[in-house]
C-alpha cells in the first residue's frame, strides 16, 4: 500500500471531523446494517459495486465501534474483497488484510493525543482508558 494506514486514517479524520466510524461510512456512502450474524462479529462486502458492513446487533457498544472501525478498514483498504470478523480470531489473525483493517481500527479510534497525554501508562492502561481490548494496542503505531 503507497500510503501509510495512519496517514489514509488521518486524511479521512481530517475530511469529516470525526473519529466515530459509523460517520465516516455515511460520508463515504458506505451501507451498513445491524443484525443476528451469528458467530460472526461482522462482516464487509462488496456487492454490485457497492460497499456493504453487516454488524452483529449483540454487540457491546465499544465492540460495535471496534467491528465498525475494522470494516471500515476494509471497506476503504480492501474495496473489492469480501472480509468477515470472527469473535475472538480477527486480532490474533497473520492475515495481512486482517492486520491492517485492525491497524485502521487502531489508528481511528486511538487518537495520539490519548498516548501523549498519559505517558507511562502501559498499553493495557491506555486501551482501558479508551475503552477497548488492550490487543488494540498491537495494532497502534505511534
Avoid: W
Avoid at 54 to 80: C, K, P, W, Y
Amino acid at each position: 500500500m503507497k500510503k501509510s494506514i495512519k496517514s489514509t486514517v488521518a486524511y479521512f479524520v481530517k475530511k469529516f471531523d470525526t473519529r466515530n466510524p459509523f460517520e465516516i461510512a455515511d460520508r463515504l456512502k458506505i451501507e451498513y446494517i445491524i443484525g443476528s450474524l451469528g458467530n460472526y462479529s461482522g462482516c464487509y462486502l462488496y456487492l454490485k459495486k457497492h460497499r456493504c458492513i453487516f454488524l452483529n446487533s449483540e454487540l457491546s457498544e465499544h465492540d460495535m465501534l471496534f467491528v465498525m472501525a475494522h470494516e471500515l478498514g476494509h471497506a476503504i483498504l480492501h474495496r473489492t474483497e469480501n472480509c468477515y470478523f470472527i469473535r475472538n480470531k480477527t486480532f490474533l489473525s497473520t492475515e495481512r488484510i486482517e492486520q491492517e483493517a485492525n491497524t485502521f481500527a487502531a489508528e481511528l479510534l486511538i487518537p495520539d493525543s490519548l498516548i501523549l497525554e498519559n505517558p507511562g501508562y502501559t498499553k493495557s492502561q491506555l486501551a482501558r482508558l479508551a475503552g477497548y481490548n488492550e490487543m488494540i494496542m498491537n495494532f497502534k503505531k505511534i
